[in-house]
């Protein structure tokens, strides 16, 4: 097998950006960088020290490996362009398919990182569980030797399991940052700063990292605290969308069945 | 003003040891932990190097300080027993009026730490915001003195502000590990471990740190991706409630209107 050592990277956001760093640090390298937007791709090329192009067609032909790391809705339009007769390619995506990769190439696969990535932090890649998926067991190999470059978890999962990872990453961050999102509205009608509940998320997050859910869990629901829900109910009345959610919620932590919504 | 020096915790649960833990390292003393529960009193009482007593009778009535740290529903019928004779006594419940109190002494008020405490961790009181309520501007002075000792985040907050706050705390904390355990349970019925998903959610804390809560939503329902909405709801067959919060939650994040659920 060999080694994957000339890398060629599609797309210019979070990902692909974070990708890009964590793999120039292996020792391997960037050789060019593609984006519709040639600011972008610009600006990600000069990170990675490496070519860029705003023109799929000009992508270079000899790399090792093409990482596809682009809005979940946009692989399919780009690899309808791509021919890249028989070199590796990758997608990124939690919830794609690995088989719209069949068009491009004989030798495809997936390199899912599963973390939420952003401009402003820094990740460290090697405690994110890549999650790898290869249309040969040879592709598999290679993609697993240079995941493994990258993270000390890697895990094969392939295209339908890899759905359900990426519908518990919604409840385990996209619904958690809505809740948070929730909480500043009702902090802001009241003239309380967001600042107030950053320690709190904080550690409810840091919690879980060694505790067990069940005793992470506090609050009225869990106690079962029937008068204080009463009460969070009545303050949330100019909020009926968020008394439905705490009810809801609370329905669901204490263990009652949430009858009065099914079939909704 | 006399500054506070000794004092008694009422109570010996999770803020009741890590708030008497951190009045320690200011150089105060705890002379005496109550609790019903002989073995948590002790328990407690060892840490904080004080006497206890299981006795409400039996507290000593010379102190500065009288913490009242119990479960929310439990204020109410510690302070029916007890008499203080004009001692400073508080409690640290975030639904609690401060009224309760009353009975107790003439003088009183409310420290409530904005936080989750547990058993098994540690924390570092000084960044954790202190909510501070009394019943005259003596006794708010004094509080503040001894809770800036504690915290470099004291905040004035009346009862009914509290309230607003520990209905905030609720959805920045309860619920999202109401979310988590959900996410867990989809992954444990795919023989996935809850362990992959603790780097995510350590990031999603930590972006909110910094970044606002905008930038930092992410997923399908930002996106407005309507394509993996419906896959994510189909893979929640086998769980009719998860479902149904999870649509309601991507309503909310994709800001529809949730008139379905309106007046359920």
């Known amino acids: 097998l060999n080694e994957i050592q000339n890398i060629v990277i599609i797309g210019a956001g979070n990902v692909a950006t974070h990708l890009g760093l964590a793999i120039l640090k292996t020792g391997r390298r960037i050789v060019q960088v593609y984006s519709r937007s040639e600011e972008n791709a610009r600006l990600l090329a000069g990170k990675l020290h490496s070519d860029f192009s705003v023109d799929l067609k000009a992508i270079y032909p000899e790399a090792d490996l093409y990482i596809v790391s682009v809005a979940d809705d946009a692989v399919g339009e780009i690899t309808k362009s791509l021919r890249l007769k028989g070199k590796l390619i990758v997608h990124t995506s939690g919830s794609v398919s ?4 069949r068009s491009c190439s ?7 990182p599963l973390q939420t990535f952003s401009k402003t932090r820094e990740i460290d890649l090697s ?9 040969s067991n040879d592709n598999l190999q290679l ?11 890697v895990i094969e999962v392939d295209s339908e399991k890899r759905k359900i990872l990426h519908l518990a990453a919604v409840f ?3 619904f958690p940052n809505f809740m948070f999102t ?4 009702i902090l802001a009608e009241n003239k309380f700063d967001f600042e107030l509940l950053r320690p709190l998320i904080l550690e409810s997050a840091m919690k879980v990292q060694t505790m067990n ?17 009463m009460k969070h109910v009545k303050l949330l009345k100019n909020y009926p969308e968020f008394r439905v959610i705490y009810k809801m919620l609370s329905d669901g932590i204490s263990g009652k069945r949430i ?5 909704n």
């Open 98 to 101: 690995m088989d719209v990769l």
């Open 106 to 112: 004989e030798n495809y696969g997936v390199l899912y």
């Open 127 to 135: 405690t994110v569980p890549l999650c790898i998926e290869a249309n």
């Open 143 to 153: 993609l697993e030797l240079f995941a493994k470059g990258l993270s000390q978890k």
């Open 172 to 174: 385990a961050s996209n």
């Open 182 to 185: 929730i909480a500043e509205k």
């Open 213 to 229: 859910l069940e005793e992470a869990q506090t609050g009225p629901a869990q106690r079962g605290d029937e008068a204080i829900i």
């Open 259 to 263: 009858k009065r919504f099914r079939g």
